[in-house]
């Protein structure tokens, strides 16, 4: 590790000498790209993040948003939700159990810091080409982190979602995001309260795994990384984790937490600094308290490891002693390593020796704050030229429902304890999950993901149709967005190009969530996920949640109901020979090019209408179109007992590929009973096309133009097994 002449021409200048060892790696640590945000902070004012239900938006360990009691009532109650999501990248490619697994423990403990109790994972990810042996090979062992992790500590794994690309094949994306349940009188943050306050380290003893992780995590990676960078991926321990969980629960119940942090990039010198920086305080430490899992540890390596499972409380000193005997209850370390200030932040170190001495002393603030921010050239990108291929119908409907972007993912959640917590009403594998949140009496809806085919395309459309894209996902199961949270991942920002995109999907982002009145209350920006293979597609992965009434929604699949109807609710191309398919499923598979499609005139009403025609009580099934068009969302709407008998006349000018391929969001399939009233609910705000009616048969008929297009349940299932049935 060493830090920057040109930052540490900084640091010398404000501390008026050299820096020790150990404050140059502590300023190379939390002055790195993935802690100080020297390229991103910049552009991540566009977001909105205010609004009357948000209690506590970025900057802290989560995001606080408070629910509405039923789920539609404007008035908000003191029951909170956090919100928090992390990226744990480069650790997942050397080690793709570790590093997923930490992943999750990560992002779980920034919940706990909150004074919320966990209660929904979402995991969005994604690999290079399913094809390559090495991607299923990182496929596994990260789905299989995430999966041991979330399970042994008992927090349900209800949304997600899995791409494949070949940008990924030498830098794979794990995005976790968690929700946290909480109330107004429960509500911790993370900034210091009193000077005279101790600061007591809770949790699992302090190794040597995870050293330099933040700074590993600003860094290109290198061909040799799984190998050479194996050091700073750090090791979980999930029943350490269910533990810490539980104490920290029984510390929060007892008031007997003023502040608290998580230990994550940094380790205890990130936490510890930030917390007391964050009150304008400083903070004496010292380093010998510390307990230790391996021996003769020296300072630098205290301070800085990031062993897993460990809290970092500010405790009033009449509560130390109970707060031990809690952490004794439940087998955990505790440790009084300090107290708050009113001064610098300093650490001092007896290395046994009996002689104390100052291995840091510096201004908490400037250490959290006085990174300089990067200005950086951007290149505008650009949308390819139109290059479409002539394909055969049958052969194109069966290329893009069994794509491994498109097909089943039952293979990856299926090992996720989804249920567990007895909250999950709607699981994964649908538009959205739901959770019942029976404290504000309401449903909350779950939808987390990117589509980094559309962000390749045109970074700032292609992010707007992220985000309007989740806002549809969760309108599916009749709820309305509240909040979101982002990570927004890109590669190297020095390169002209990949700034260029990088800066298209923050903007994209910010203002499709302005448009649908979602105020962006938190994320995590991970920069540099370039490999020997090139920068990565860029990715914005929004984890979105709404609210409704009550814990039920609308099916996805169809059933054989003989009085409904199939309604398409959104542009069907039908018409227009313009209809892009930029961006889709259909020309990755057949090497095509095009612009990516436009979007709706008023996505926030198509939002808003849709979530309430999901709810009405003639609506039997409802399911959102996008990744593979009109295709792959007919074909998931069929099972065994119902099938679809669909007629799509199409003018003769128009392809039918682009009407059943083509992938623009803020569209949807409705199964209604009462036609005229999805008409009427959409009128002036989203085309409304009759599509056909259900059948009892388990067959999929399409009758478009002079071509039909027919199969059934079965073949469908076997079409879309692609992941299952090559990873069993």
């Known amino acids: 590790m060493s830090l920057a002449d040109s930052d540490r ?9 050299e820096p020790t060892p150990a404050e140059a790696a502590l300023f190379e640590n939390l002055w790195s790209e993935h802690c100080a945000y020297r390229s991103s902070r910049p552009l991540l004012s566009a977001f909105e993040s205010e609004g009357e239900q948000v209690v506590i938006g970025p900057g802290d360990d989560a995001a606080v948003v408070a629910l509405p009691e039923d789920g539609t009532d404007e008035n908000h109650s003191s029951t909170y939700i956090t919100l928090g999501i992390e990226s744990h990248n480069h650790p997942s490619y050397v080690d793709p159990f570790d590093g997923a697994a930490t992943g999750v423990g990560g992002i779980v403990r920034d919940t706990l810091s909150m004074g919320a109790y966990p209660i929904a994972l979402a995991d969005s990810l994604y690999f290079g080409d399913f094809d390559a042996e090495h991607s299923r090979y990182l496929l596994e062992g990260v789905v299989e982190g995430i999966s041991h992790y979330g399970n042994c500590i008992g927090v349900p794994t209800v949304a997600g979602s899995v791409d494949f690309h070949d940008g990924y094949e030498g830098n794979p994306l794990v995005n976790v995001a968690c929700v946290g349940l909480t109330d107004d009188e429960r509500l911790v943050t993370a900034e210091a309260q009193e000077p005279g306050n101790k600061l007591v380290l809770v949790g699992n003893g302090t190794g040597r795994d995870g050293l330099g992780g933040a700074s590993f995590a600003s860094e290109d990676l290198a061909e040799d990384a799984e190998t050479e960078d194996r050091p700073a991926v750090q090791v979980g321990d999930p029943y350490a984790e269910k533990l810490l969980i539980e104490a920290n629960e029984q510390l929060i119940e007892e008031q007997l937490v003023e502040s608290a942090r998580d230990l994550g990039a940094a380790g205890l010198g990130g936490a510890s600094s930030e917390l007391v920086a964050k009150g304008g305080l400083g903070a004496h430490i010292e380093l010998e308290r510390v307990h ?49 200030t009113d001064g610098n932040y300093t650490c001092t170190f007896d290395n046994g020796s009996g002689d104390s001495e100052t291995v840091v002393d510096v201004d908490a603030h400037f250490l959290g704050e006085g990174a300089p921010m990067n200005d950086l050239p951007a290149e505008e990108p650009s949308q390819p030229d139109t290059d479409l291929p002539r394909t055969d119908l049958e052969a194109a409907f069966e290329a893009v429902v069994s794509s491994p972007n498109t097909a089943s993912k039952r293979w990856v959640y299926r090992q996720y304890d989804h249920e567990v917590g007895v909250r999950t009403s709607v699981g994964p594998g649908d538009d959205a999950a739901i959770v019942a949140v029976r404290e504000a009496e309401c449903g909350l809806a779950i939808s987390s993901g990117a589509a980094p085919n559309w962000t390749e395309t045109a970074p700032y459309v292609g992010a707007q149709a ?12 009749g709820a309305t967005p509240l909040a979101a949270v982002d990570c927004l991942n890109g590669g190297n920002p020095e390169k002209p190009d990949v700034y260029g995109g990088f800066t298209g999907i923050v903007d994209g982002l910010a203002d499709m969530c302005e448009t649908l009145s979602t105020p962006v209350v938190g994320g995590n920006v991970s920069l540099y996920n370039d490999s020997a293979a090139g920068p990565i597609p860029p990715t914005p992965t929004l984890a979105l949640v709404g609210t409704k009434a009550g814990y039920d929604a609308p099916a996805l699949s169809v059933d054989a109901d003989g009085d409904s109807e199939l309604l398409l609710v959104g542009d069907h191309g039908l ?22 499609p436009a979007l709706p005139d008023d996505p926030a009403s198509v939002v808003d209408t849709l979530a309430a025609v999901a709810d009405d009580e003639s609506t039997r099934a409802v399911h959102d179109v996008s990744h593979g068009g009109l295709a792959v969302a007919l074909a998931e709407m069929v099972t065994d007992e119902a099938g679809l008998e669909v007629s799509i006349p199409v003018d003769g000018g128009v392809d039918p590929a682009h009407v059943l391929f083509h992938e623009q969001p803020g569209r949807a399939l409705i199964q209604t009973t009462d036609p005229d009233d999805v008409r009427e609910a959409f009128d002036g705000v989203a085309p409304v096309v009759s599509l056909g009616a259900p059948t009892d048969d388990g067959t999929l008929e399409i009758d478009i133009g002079e071509t039909t297009l027919e199969t059934d349940a079965d073949a469908i299932r076997t079409l879309r097994s692609t992941i299952e049935s090559e990873l069993e």
């Open 292 to 340: 230790q899992r391996e021996p003769n540890m020296n300072a630098l390596e205290i301070l800085l490891a990031e062993s897993q499972e460990r809290m970092c409380y500010e405790v009033a000193p009449d509560n130390v002693e109970r707060v031990r005997e809690i952490a004794q209850r439940f087998d955990l370390g505790c440790s009084v390593i300090g107290e708050v």
């Open 575 to 596: 018409e227009r020979e313009d209809a892009r398919l930029g961006g889709s499923e259909y020309l990755r598979q057949f090497d095509g090019s095009d612009r990516f």
């Open 466 to 477: 992220v985000a309007l894209e989740n806002a549809t996902n969760v309108a599916a199961k």
């Open 9 to 17: 021409e900084l640091v010398v200048e404000e501390l008026g000498r």
